[in-house]
């Protein structure tokens, strides 16, 4: 141990003086951090008396031994308790202590002075380990002191500090630990009906955030990750409830929760009732027996939860059903039974989702097709064109039991070559259509209208009436065949027709006839349209518009080739099979969640209820000793102070009698010199 003192400069007649302690291990020099520290002091030069308002804190006594000792006793600030003075938990008063005067003695060769000092229990604040446990300090030092100088020529101090620990047998008032579990995490997307897999990391962190004497606040944070960091949201939680901290049972008013948080400090070969996030109720947690791991005894404790109901959740896009979740798990806990510590872990379980009937569209349609073809219109040149047609729900409605969507379709056509917008095939046109059939409802939408709005979830081998837009009336959709197209398995369905309408594109109702056929490619479970293509024509015949005769001459007026761009064919094939596969859940109990899980490390887990089982038996109700600190000052600085103490005494011997005798002698040749004069 080693003091370095400063002098840094004076203020207003007071010396700043700065102590740096270094501590290191002899031999190895590694710094001890405990006994090292920086103090600033303020003196009266003369006195070394503590001056108030100068230095890091406002001390009494003195620094260290005046000038020209007394055999008396002095009063000496003890740097030992400046951060307990610092925090409140001591006086100035009682942070200086009384060196008494105990006699002569020599030391390094020279007469000394003996004064001995020394504090007894003083509270000094809490144990940083834990909060409630206090400390207390006892200190004694015997110094040996120049009586000239004040010089201390040798010293010797003992140092003990003490904790007085509570009760262990309940919840550390200051815990702050976690428990990580590792192992496989399976998850059903419920976007792609697939099942994703995982390496998990659960990480179960348990922290007092406010300890009273009634009850404790705690933070209870699950954080999942899988093998690259990401988090796993459905195994994610955070709660902050009151538990008793001896039971370990949740406090009712002040939480939600029941059962207990964790086993209890001294464990019985009885049963627990746990509370399980996986369940969000206490489940009852048997005692199964006993076993060692590493030669630590444990009991065994197994929680089962069979097929338990946990909630309703619900399903994007259906507002009117709901999918059911049990729960089925075993989790089974290896404690050390004297501190109910949970030493290993095993946690297996399964969340089922129990599916509505999902055969309807659902309330969040939003989708956008992209088409494009060949466009004739009377008059004028044959142009490529593009065509997007966004289709979404904007609103719900009900009639009796029947929901009906209301279906906001709107279509822009575009020349490809310029990208002028062809208004003649552009429009919006708003359809009421029967969410379960895909039906028109005549009484919604912009228009009556009746068919099919599209094609049914689960369509049939047979001929439909279905809406069609280019002629604002139902057109026959007849079943042709199954055929693969496009890697997905599909009926292909056909309107093929030729009638005479009224059509008021150009400004005027005309007599036309309209001819089209139209091929779709539908996904039969889904009723997804996987593609199309679509040729259509209209066609006036001018002796009918003037005469009411039909002639032989048939002016065409509109010619119209259609059909889904390969993006789009790709798109939807790839929706239509994801869709497929979701609607394979309707109606049905599938696996949602699957964990394997087991403690990360059993050897420190055991390793840690272990320790924790030693600390209980050695620490609870006793008083520790924490620090026994007893250091003395080597030969070596005995015998440099004594030195030291001897020049001093001769620089004050000089200053104080030599010096003043010269000047004597000086004053007095002078005077007699003035006198012959």
Same mark, same amino acid.
């Given at each position: 141990?080693?003091?370095?003192?400063?002098?840094?400069?004076?203020?207003?007649?007071?010396?700043?003086?700065?102590?740096?302690?270094?501590?290191?291990?002899?031999?190895?020099?590694?710094?001890?951090?405990?006994?090292?520290?920086?103090?600033?002091?303020?003196?009266?030069?003369?006195?070394?008396?503590?001056?108030?308002?100068?230095?890091?804190?406002?001390?009494?006594?003195?620094?260290?031994?005046?000038?020209?000792?007394?055999?008396?006793?002095?009063?000496?600030?003890?740097?030992?308790?400046?951060?307990?003075?610092?925090?409140?938990?001591?006086?100035?008063?009682?942070?200086?202590?009384?060196?008494?005067?105990?006699?002569?003695?020599?030391?390094?060769?020279?007469?000394?002075?003996?004064?001995?000092?020394?504090?007894?229990?003083?509270?000094?604040?809490?144990?940083?380990?834990?909060?409630?446990?206090?400390?207390?300090?006892?200190?004694?030092?015997?110094?040996?002191?120049?009586?000239?100088?004040?010089?201390?020529?040798?010293?010797?101090?003992?140092?003990?500090?003490?904790?007085?620990?509570?009760?262990?047998?309940?919840?550390?008032?200051?815990?702050?630990?976690?428990?990580?579990?590792?192992?496989?995490?399976?998850?059903?997307?419920?976007?792609?009906?697939?099942?994703?897999?995982?390496?998990?990391?659960?990480?179960?962190?348990?922290?007092?955030?406010?300890?009273?004497?009634?009850?404790?606040?705690?933070?209870?944070?699950?954080?999942?990750?899988?093998?690259?960091?990401?988090?796993?949201?459905?195994?994610?939680?955070?709660?902050?409830?009151?538990?008793?901290?001896?039971?370990?049972?949740?406090?009712?008013?002040?939480?939600?929760?029941?059962?207990?948080?964790?086993?209890?400090?001294?464990?019985?070969?009885?049963?627990?009732?746990?509370?399980?996030?996986?369940?969000? %109720?206490?489940?009852?947690?048997?005692?199964?027996?006993?076993?060692?791991?590493?030669?630590?005894?444990?009991?065994?404790?197994?929680?089962?939860?069979?097929?338990?109901?946990?909630?309703?959740?619900?399903?994007?896009?259906?507002?009117?059903?709901?999918?059911?979740?049990?729960?089925?798990?075993?989790?089974?806990?290896?404690?050390?039974?004297?501190?109910?510590?949970?030493?290993?872990?095993?946690?297996?379980?399964?969340?089922?989702?129990?599916?509505?009937?999902?055969?309807?569209?659902?309330?969040?349609?939003?989708?956008?097709?992209?088409?494009?073809?060949?466009?004739?219109?009377?008059?004028?040149?044959?142009?490529?064109?593009?065509?997007?047609?966004?289709?979404?729900?904007?609103?719900?409605?009900?009639?009796?039991?029947?929901?009906?969507?209301?279906?906001?379709?709107?279509?822009?056509?575009?020349?490809?070559?310029?990208?002028?917008?062809?208004?003649?095939?552009?429009?919006?046109?708003?359809?009421?259509?029967?969410?379960?059939?895909?039906?028109?409802?005549?009484?919604?939408?912009?228009?009556?209208?009746?068919?099919?709005?599209?094609?049914?979830?689960?369509?049939?081998?047979?001929?439909?009436?279905?809406?069609?837009?280019?002629?604002?009336?139902?057109?026959?959709?007849?079943?042709?065949?199954?055929? %693969?197209?496009?890697?997905?398995?599909?009926?292909?369905?056909?309107?093929?027709?030729?009638?005479?309408?009224?059509?008021?594109?150009?400004?005027?109702?005309?007599?036309?006839?309209?001819?089209?056929?139209?091929?779709?490619?539908?996904?039969?479970?889904?009723?997804?349209?996987?593609?199309?293509?679509?040729?259509?024509?209209?066609?006036?015949?001018?002796?009918?518009?003037?005469?009411?005769?039909?002639?032989?001459?048939?002016?065409?007026?509109?010619?119209?080739?259609?059909?889904?761009?390969?993006?789009?064919?790709?798109?939807?094939?790839?929706?239509?099979?994801?869709?497929?596969?979701?609607?394979?859940?309707?109606?049905?109990?599938?696996?949602?969640?699957?964990?394997?899980?087991?403690?990360? %490390?059993?050897?420190?887990?055991?390793?840690?209820?272990?320790?924790?089982?030693?600390?209980?038996?050695?620490?609870?109700?006793?008083?520790?000793?924490?620090?026994?600190?007893?250091?003395?000052?080597?030969?070596?600085?005995?015998?440099?102070?004594?030195?030291?103490?001897?020049?001093?005494?001769?620089?004050?011997?000089?200053?104080?009698?030599?010096?003043?005798?010269?000047?004597?002698?000086?004053?007095?040749?002078?005077?007699?010199?003035?006198?012959?004069?």
């Amino acid at each position: 141990i080693q003091r370095h003192i400063t002098a840094l400069r004076e203020e207003d007649g007071v010396l700043i003086l700065r102590e740096d302690i270094e501590a290191t291990v002899k031999g190895t020099g590694e710094k001890i951090p405990e006994l090292c520290g920086t103090y600033i002091w303020g003196v009266d030069p003369y006195t070394v008396e503590n001056v108030a308002g100068y230095g890091d804190l406002d001390r009494i006594g003195k620094w260290v031994f005046p000038i020209g000792i007394s055999k008396k006793d002095y009063l000496v600030w003890n740097q030992d308790l400046d951060d307990a003075c610092k925090h409140g938990y001591v006086t100035p008063e009682e942070a200086a202590a009384v060196g008494k005067y105990m006699g002569e003695e020599k030391r390094g060769g020279m007469k000394t002075y003996k004064f001995f000092g020394g504090q007894e229990n003083v509270f000094i604040g809490y144990f940083p380990e834990l909060p409630e446990a206090p400390m207390y300090y006892s200190g004694e030092l015997t110094a040996w002191v120049d009586p000239v100088t004040g010089t201390i020529v040798d010293l010797q101090k003992h140092v003990s500090q003490y904790v007085e620990f509570p009760d262990l047998h309940k919840l550390p008032s200051n815990l702050n630990m976690s428990a990580v579990l590792v192992g496989k995490v399976t998850i059903l997307n419920t976007t792609s009906a697939q099942y994703e897999t995982y390496n998990a990391t659960v990480s179960n962190n348990v922290a007092v955030e406010n300890a009273t004497d009634d009850y404790y606040l705690v933070r209870t944070t699950t954080i999942a990750e899988d093998e690259h960091g990401h988090t796993i949201p459905e195994l994610c939680s955070s709660s902050l409830d009151a538990v008793n901290p001896y039971t370990m049972e949740y406090v009712a008013m002040l939480s939600d929760k029941v059962g207990r948080l964790t086993f209890p400090v001294g464990v019985k070969k009885e049963d627990y009732w746990l509370w399980d996030d996986n369940v969000g %109720d206490a489940v009852r947690t048997q005692y199964a027996g006993e076993t060692e791991i590493m030669g630590l005894p444990l009991y065994i404790y197994t929680a089962e939860v069979e097929h338990r109901y946990l909630y309703s959740e619900e399903i994007p896009g259906f507002s009117d059903r709901k999918a059911d979740v049990y729960y089925t798990g075993i989790t089974t806990y290896y404690v050390e039974p004297s501190t109910g510590s949970i030493a290993y872990v095993e946690k297996g379980g399964t969340a089922t989702t129990i599916f509505p009937n999902l055969h309807s569209i659902p309330e969040d349609t939003s989708e956008m097709l992209h088409l494009e073809g060949e466009l004739s219109l009377i008059s004028q040149p044959s142009r490529d064109i593009r065509m997007d047609r966004a289709v979404s729900v904007e609103n719900v409605y009900w009639e009796g039991d029947k929901k009906v969507l209301l279906i906001k379709d709107d279509t822009v056509a575009y020349d490809r070559n310029t990208g002028e917008v062809i208004d003649l095939a552009s429009g919006v046109q708003y359809h009421g259509v029967y969410a379960d059939t895909a039906m028109e409802a005549p009484n919604y939408g912009d228009m009556a209208r009746s068919g099919l709005f599209t094609f049914p979830v689960g369509v049939e081998k047979r001929t439909y009436e279905m809406w069609n837009t280019e002629i604002d009336a139902p057109s026959p959709v007849e079943f042709i065949r199954e055929e %693969d197209h496009n890697g997905v398995h599909t009926y292909l369905f056909e309107t093929r027709e030729s009638r005479m309408i009224t059509y008021e594109g150009l400004g005027m109702p005309l007599p036309v006839k309209y001819i089209t056929d139209t091929k779709y490619w539908v996904e039969p479970t889904t009723g997804s349209l996987v593609d199309m293509y679509k040729e259509s024509s209209m066609k006036l015949n001018p002796l009918s518009l003037v005469t009411g005769v039909p002639g032989l001459i048939w002016i065409p007026i509109m010619d119209l080739t259609l059909q889904f761009t390969p993006e789009m064919q790709e798109a939807a094939a790839e929706a239509a099979l994801t869709t497929m596969q979701l609607l394979a859940l309707s109606g049905k109990e599938v696996p949602a969640l699957q964990v394997n899980l087991t403690s990360s %490390d059993i050897i420190e887990g055991v390793k840690g209820a272990e320790q924790t089982k030693r600390q209980i038996a050695a620490l609870s109700g006793n008083r520790v000793k924490v620090v026994d600190l007893t250091y003395w000052m080597t030969d070596r600085s005995v015998d440099e102070m004594a030195a030291t103490a001897k020049e001093t005494a001769f620089l004050l011997l000089f200053m104080q009698i030599i010096i003043p005798a010269f000047l004597i002698v000086v004053g007095l040749i002078m005077i007699a010199l003035w006198s012959r004069r």
